[in-house]
């Protein structure tokens, strides 16, 4: 009989990513979905067949306690969270509600329901904000600078204090950005690969972006995702850094995504001062060392190839063209 894992957030990029993990390694995988108007399931319509999908919400704490009965997983994986930062500004509030909150009810339907369960808590490089020093690691001190930020400072803080107070195996990953495909287009990654896309096909002609001097440690989800895996394989639950350790700024990501499509960014590129951040968090680069030398974990696919994958895959998608195996599973 293979584990049982219980995924909240299933339906976003890591967690589709996370799915097809689990499944590879012959789980039973259960995603919890909130009831939306309107379905979001694009990024794991082609697992419906081979996962469960279940009701349920972080703003309530029944729905998470009846699920977590009923599913009884070995692993559970809080992937859920408002994550887009700069709305975090117009909603702080419900921010707070799933970024903090949301970890606790979790953390204590846990609790209540079976301490034996292990949770994967997806905290964020968001949390070190005006960086103290340069690489981060584990022992940075947080200085959250958006209220996304100092959200995911508590869900991770609220982890370590059950994992301390209750012996539960908590671990959380202090994942800097991680993008693909599936990446939503409100991301600054795939809206530029979105626009280069649309400006090659024709489908646009300019494209709008706010700091282009913004630095950010960039990898590839799907390499992300297995070190959220292996976190939850080890003898003591711990938290990491996962990152590349190689810093990229705005503009790079620019040129990198035009120059993959034949095409001179300058030409098409304006910065638009609505995308500036009331304040902006400047130079993020993670020191992942500790997860190489206890997990055994690297990043497989560089920058330049990241990027080149999601230029192809929106190029296919808006061309209507079917996208090549690999691109965006």
């Known amino acids: 009989m293979g584990k049982r894992a219980l995924i909240t957030g299933i339906t976003g990029q890591d967690g589709s990513y996370l799915a097809e993990l689990l499944l590879e390694h012959g789980y039973e995988v259960t995603g919890i979905v909130r009831r939306l108007s309107a379905s979001n399931s694009w990024r794991i319509e082609h697992l419906l067949d081979r996962i469960t999908l279940r009701p ?29 930062v700069p ?69 991770h803080y609220i982890t370590v204090n059950y994992r301390e107070s209750y012996g539960i195996f908590a671990v959380s990953g202090i ?14 990654t795939r809206k530029v690969t979105d626009g280069v896309a649309r400006i090659k096909l024709g489908l646009a002609d300019r494209l709008g972006l706010g700091n282009l001097d913004a630095c950010r440690d960039w990898g590839y989800a799907g390499d ?14 711990d938290d990491y850094v996962i990152a ?39 130079h993020l680069i993670g020191d992942a060392g500790k997860a190489r030398r206890v997990l055994g974990w690297r990043p497989a696919v560089a920058f330049e190839e990241l990027i080149a994958m999601m230029v192809d895959a929106d190029l296919a998608r808006l061309a209507g063209q079917p996208v090549r195996a690999g691109a965006a599973r």
């Open 224 to 237: 992300y995702v297995l070190a959220m895996w292996l976190m939850l394989q080890q003898d003591k639950a």
């Open 87 to 155: 709305a975090s500004w117009d909603q702080p509030m419900l921010t707070g509600e799933f970024n903090s909150q949301g970890v606790t009810r979790v953390l204590e339907a846990v609790r209540q329901v079976d301490p034996s369960i292990r949770i994967y808590q997806a905290s964020s490089s968001e949390m070190y904000g005006r960086v103290r020093e340069v690489p981060q690691t584990e022992q940075t001190p947080f200085y959250p600078r958006s209220p996304y930020g100092v959200s995911k400072v508590f869900g």
């Open 56 to 84: 349920a919400d972080l703003l309530d704490q029944l729905s998470l306690v009846r699920v977590i009965q009923d599913v009884r997983p070995h692993e559970l994986y809080n992937l859920a969270a408002m994550s887009f």
């Open 244 to 282: 590349t350790g190689i810093s990229h700024s705005v503009r790079q990501l620019v040129e990198i995504a035009f120059g993959h499509a034949g095409l001179d960014w300058q030409k098409y590129v304006c910065v638009d001062p609505a995308f500036l951040r009331p304040a902006e968090v400047d």
């Open 175 to 188: 994942l800097f950005n991680h993008e693909s495909p599936r990446r939503g287009l409100e991301f600054v």
